[in-house]
C-alpha cells in the first residue's frame, strides 16, 4: 500500500468517515503485514487507525521498536525484521478488536433493532417486554411501579397496560469525556397484546402486536429520535428546538408536534406512515426523496414506490380501538396481521394466487381468528383447515 493512501485511509479511520469495504481493506493490509516488513512512519500511523486504549497495549514494544529483544523463553535475541512483523501480527489482532469495537458503537440505531427484533421468539413470547441498556429484561406484566424504578434507575409508573417515564428525574449519564451519553431501553409486544408508553419528553406512543420500540430514557441530542420496528401510532409532544424523528426501514418521520400512525412491520409489503394532525416529513433515506404529509394523507413506502395517498383515518386506527380494519388488503397482509395477534401460521401452498387478492371488512380483535376467517370466506371462494397453531388456506 502507497503511503499517502495508508495515511489517508487512517485519517477517515480514526474520523469515524470509513466504509466497511475502508475498513476492511485496512484489516487485510495488515494482516498482510505478518509476511512483510512494515517502516517505521506505518508502524507510528497505527495509533491514528486505532483507539489510544488499544494503542497502549502495544506501547511496550513499540518502545523498543529498533533494537534487539530477547525471546522470552531461552533469552535469545529475535532480528529486528522478525520482530516488526511479530508486533505487525499483534498489531493487526488488536486492530480487528479496535474494529469491532469501532463498528459497534458506530452501528446505526436501526440496525441494532433489527438486531434485536430478529433475537425475540414470539411464538414462546407472553408478556410485554422492557429491555434495559444492560441487556436484562423486565417482565412488565408480573412487575410494580417501584420494582421497575429500582431496575432502571429512574422513576417509570405502570398502570395497566401502560407505563410512564417521568421527565423530572431523568439519569444523565457521562461517556468518560465530560459528555452525557442517551441512554437506550427497548420495549416489545408478544402476540395478541398492545401496549401503551409515555416517553421522557411526555410523547405517547401506543404499540400494536409483535412491535418493538427503542427509545432514549433521557432526550440529550439535538434531535428526539426513537427506532420503530412493528406498528405505532404517536402523540408528540411540540418542541420546536428539538424536533422528534422516528426511524423505521428505509425511513425517517420527522416531526415537530403531531399524531400520525407508522406501520412498519419487516413482514408488510409496503411501510405506511398516516398523519392525522400536524405537520410531518417523510424521508426516503436511500434517495434523501422527501414527502411533506397533510392530515388524512398517507405515505407508502417499498422497494418499488415512494408516494403518498389519502385514506380513511378511522380505518388506519382500529387496531388501537380494537378492531381489524381491512380496506382493499391483500390477503397476504392480512395473513400477517392475524397471525400477529392470535399466533398462528398460514400456509398458503395450495392456494397461492389467493396472496394477492384483495379483501374489505371490519372484524373485532376480541373475536377468535376462526370468526375473523369466517367473514372473510363470505366474499370470496376460499376454505381453510386449522392443525393446531397451523392454517391451511384451500381453494
Known amino acids: 500500500m502507497e503511503n499517502d493512501f495508508f495515511k489517508h485511509l487512517l485519517t477517515k479511520i480514526s474520523e469515524g468517515r470509513a466504509s466497511d469495504d475502508e475498513l ?28 489510544s486504549e488499544i494503542y497502549s497495549r502495544l506501547q511496550s514494544i513499540l518502545d523498543a521498536e529498533g533494537t534487539l529483544e530477547p525471546n522470552n523463553i531461552d ?9 516488526k512483523r511479530w508486533v505487525a501480527s499483534v498489531a493487526a489482532v488488536l486492530l480487528i478488536i479496535g474494529l469491532g469495537v469501532y463498528s459497534v458503537k458506530n452501528q446505526q440505531p436501526i440496525h441494532i433493532i ?31 411501579s417501584d420494582s421497575i424504578s429500582q431496575l432502571t434507575n429512574k422513576d417509570v409508573v405502570k398502570e395497566g397496560d401502560m407505563i410512564q417515564y417521568d421527565l423530572s428525574s431523568t439519569v444523565q449519564h457521562s461517556s468518560g469525556q465530560g459528555k452525557q451519553e ?32 427503542r427509545f432514549p430514557i433521557n432526550f440529550l441530542s439535538d434531535q428526539r429520535r426513537v427506532q420503530l420496528i412493528g406498528e405505532g401510532y404517536f402523540e408528540v409532544v411540540s418542541n420546536s428546538s428539538k424536533p422528534f424523528v422516528v426511524e423505521s426501514q428505509g425511513q425517517e418521520v420527522l416531526v415537530h408536534g403531531t399524531k400520525f400512525n407508522i406501520n412498519a412491520y419487516n413482514d408488510v409489503s ?21 414527502l411533506n404529509l397533510l392530515p388524512g394523507h398517507q405515505s407508502v413506502f417499498s422497494s418499488s414506490k415512494f408516494n403518498k395517498q389519502k385514506v380513511l383515518l378511522k380505518n388506519v386506527l382500529g387496531w388501537k380501538n380494537g378492531f381489524f ?30 396472496l394477492n387478492q384483495v379483501f374489505s371488512g371490519t372484524v373485532a ?12 370466506a363470505e366474499t370470496s371462494t376460499f376454505k381453510y383447515k386449522r392443525v393446531g397453531r397451523r392454517i391451511l388456506i384451500m381453494n
Open 325 to 354: 380494519v381491512f380496506h382493499n388488503e391483500k390477503f397476504g397482509d392480512i395473513c400477517h396481521s392475524l397471525s400477529r395477534w392470535y399466533n398462528v401460521e398460514f400456509d398458503t401452498s395450495n392456494n397461492p394466487k389467493i
Open 182 to 213: 442517551e441512554i437506550f431501553n427497548t420495549l416489545y409486544t408478544p402476540a395478541g397484546k398492545t401496549f401503551q408508553i409515555v416517553l421522557a419528553d411526555g410523547t405517547k406512543v401506543w404499540l400494536n402486536a409483535q412491535s418493538m420500540l
Open 365 to 376: 380483535k376480541l373475536e377468535t381468528v376462526d370468526d375473523v376467517l369466517a367473514v372473510l
Open 75 to 83: 533469552g535469545s535475541f529475535v532480528g529486528k525484521s522478525l520482530w
Open 24 to 51: 476492511l481493506l485496512y484489516q487485510k493490509w495488515y494482516e498482510q503485514q505478518l509476511l512483510e516488513d512494515i517502516d517505521e512512519e506505518e508502524f507510528t500511523a497505527v495509533k491514528a487507525g486505532v483507539s
Open 114 to 144: 433489527q438486531k434485536e427484533y430478529k433475537q425475540v421468539n414470539f411464538d414462546t413470547t407472553e408478556g410485554v417486554i422492557l429491555k434495559l441498556a444492560n441487556g436484562n429484561e423486565i417482565d412488565l406484566s408480573s412487575i410494580s
Open 270 to 290: 409496503a411501510i405506511k406512515s398516516t398523519l392525522f394532525e400536524g405537520s410531518v416529513s417523510v424521508r426516503n433515506v436511500s434517495s434523501n426523496k422527501t
